[in-house]
């Protein structure tokens, strides 16, 4: 094969594999969904700080036999504060719902929560963001649901709000309590 036959063939054979990895790519269950290596897994370590005057949040709690939801928030972000009103209304409803504040200092989250009200049971405290980085969180607000053995059964990346928080944590949610 010449030189000149073979660089006619390259780009129609380039063009066929990159259509196959798109293909396939959409063929998945979820095309959105972010996958989480932590899923199954067991939930990582907690930070030993928690917000001055707020009641800690400690591995036990994860451990207790109850489904835990733990939710990374720092006072500065948009989103976190978007979603506030949700995490509320999940601790009316009886959700034993943790929190991990982070990248934020003591003083900002405690007026925050001072403020807007605390819906936390407790609240661990990561300032320089070491911990989050152990659980995969790569921006705030990030959810995770674990089961009563302290597994991760779900990762929710982004606000509690709106349909996606209907369509996808909500559901995920419900199954959790249901397998109790």
């Given at each position: 094969?010449?030189?000149?036959?073979?660089l006619?063939?390259?780009?129609?054979?380039?063009?066929?594999?990159?259509?196959?990895v798109?293909?396939?790519?959409m063929?998945?269950e979820?095309p959105?969904?972010?996958?989480?290596?932590?899923i199954?897994k067991?939930?990582?370590?907690?930070?030993d700080a928690?917000?001055?005057?707020?009641?800690?949040?400690?591995?036990?709690?994860?451990?207790e036999?109850?489904?835990?939801?733990?939710?990374?928030?720092?006072?500065?972000?948009?989103?976190?504060r978007?979603e506030h009103?949700?995490?509320?209304a999940?601790?009316e409803?009886?959700?034993?719902?943790y929190?991990?504040?982070?990248?934020?200092?003591?003083d900002?989250?405690?007026?925050?929560?001072?403020?807007e009200?605390n819906p936390?049971?407790?609240?661990?405290?990561?300032?320089?963001?070491?911990?989050?980085?152990?659980?995969?969180?790569?921006?705030?607000p990030e959810?995770?649901?674990?089961?009563g053995?302290?597994?991760?059964?779900?990762?929710?990346?982004g606000p509690?709000i709106?349909?996606d928080?209907?369509?996808?944590?909500?559901?995920?949610?419900?199954?959790?309590?249901?397998?109790?």
């Amino acid at each position: 094969m010449s030189k000149t036959s073979f660089l006619m063939v390259l780009p129609p054979v380039i063009f066929a594999a990159l259509a196959a990895v798109f293909y396939i790519g959409m063929q998945r269950e979820d095309p959105d969904a972010l996958p989480s290596t932590f899923i199954g897994k067991e939930a990582p370590v907690l930070p030993d700080a928690t917000l001055e005057g707020r009641e800690p949040f400690l591995p036990k709690h994860m451990r207790e036999g109850e489904i835990t939801v733990v939710n990374f928030w720092a006072s500065w972000c948009p989103p976190c504060r978007a979603e506030h009103p949700t995490l509320h209304a999940l601790r009316e409803e009886g959700i034993n719902l943790y929190g991990v504040n982070f990248k934020d200092t003591s003083d900002k989250a405690n007026t925050y929560l001072d403020n807007e009200g605390n819906p936390f049971l407790g609240v661990a405290y990561d300032p320089k963001g070491r911990t989050a980085i152990e659980w995969g969180v790569v921006a705030p607000p990030e959810t995770f649901i674990i089961d009563g053995s302290g597994t991760i059964l779900f990762k929710y990346t982004g606000p509690l709000i709106g349909s996606d928080y209907e369509q996808r944590f909500r559901p995920a949610l419900e199954n959790a309590l249901a397998a109790k």
